[in-house]
């Protein structure tokens, strides 16, 4: 039974550019979540996708999109790449139904934006 | 929204001791309190986690208490290893129901735990 698989594992980025990253969840789930994180802080929501739609989203700005697939695999696509932006990009997956506040976290993307 | 604080930031115990860690919350609607263990370089992970019915769950050498009238739960590592060592977040989610998918976790801001042979 596959986990949560990400890729790229790393990228890098100058400014300007545009970005996706991609995300399979574990086997039996429905929901999809992405979150930064920054080096040395907790992982930062961005936002969430069940049902194929944007269900729930963080305090992030629109240069951050994303898209879940009938599969429910899902992308995280971020435009306009500043500085800042330079983190490691988790995806998470969980059940909408038994245990469904259990998040699996991917090993996530390391996106440098020089 | 949700607001939650770790502490302490950083913890230093010797191999056998035991540790324990903090985490505060606001939203008194929580009902799921669960922890994660992030080792250097490494996705994190649910190592434990209790929901608002029960005081304490134990599992080995990890146990996690909460205290929903002070809005607070821990972490109690005893008997310490080397292994041990890693970033512990907790992460209470908000209440927010959506689709029939509860809301997404608030991280606090982690502690770091090092353990010493």
């Known amino acids: 039974d596959a986990g949560v698989t990400q890729s790229p594992t790393h990228l890098i980025k100058t400014r300007g550019q545009q970005v996706t990253l991609r995300c399979s969840p574990k086997?039996?789930?429905?929901?999809v979540s992405w979150y930064q994180q920054a080096l040395g802080q907790g992982p930062q929501f961005i936002f969430q996708?069940?049902?194929?739609?944007?269900?729930q989203r963080g305090n992030f700005p629109d240069r951050f999109s994303g898209h879940q697939f009938p599969n429910y695999s899902s992308e995280l696509n971020v435009n306009a790449l500043l500085l800042g932006d330079s983190a490691l990009y988790l995806c998470?997956?969980?059940?909408?139904?038994?245990?469904?506040?259990?998040?699996?976290f991917g090993s996530g993307t390391q996106l440098s934006v020089l | 929204g949700e607001n939650v604080e770790q502490h302490p930031s950083t913890l230093s115990v010797q191999e056998g001791d035991s540790a324990v860690i903090k985490c505060t919350y606001s939203d008194s609607a929580s009902n799921y309190f669960p922890w994660y263990k992030q080792e250097l370089g490494k996705r994190p992970q649910l190592i434990i986690d209790i929901r608002s019915n029960v005081g304490e769950k134990k599992d080995q050498r990890i146990a996690v208490t909460l205290n929903k009238t002070a809005k607070h739960f821990s972490l109690h590592i005893t008997e310490t290893q080397p292994e041990d060592s890693a970033v512990y977040f907790c992460a209470p989610p908000p209440l927010m129901n959506y689709g029939g998918s509860q809301g997404n976790l608030i991280f606090g801001k982690g502690t770091k735990l090092s353990v010493k042979p």
């Open positions: 996708y069940y049902e194929e739609e944007e269900r």
């Open positions: 086997s039996g789930h429905d929901t």
């Open positions: 998470a997956s969980k059940t909408s139904t038994l245990s469904r506040e259990k998040l699996f």
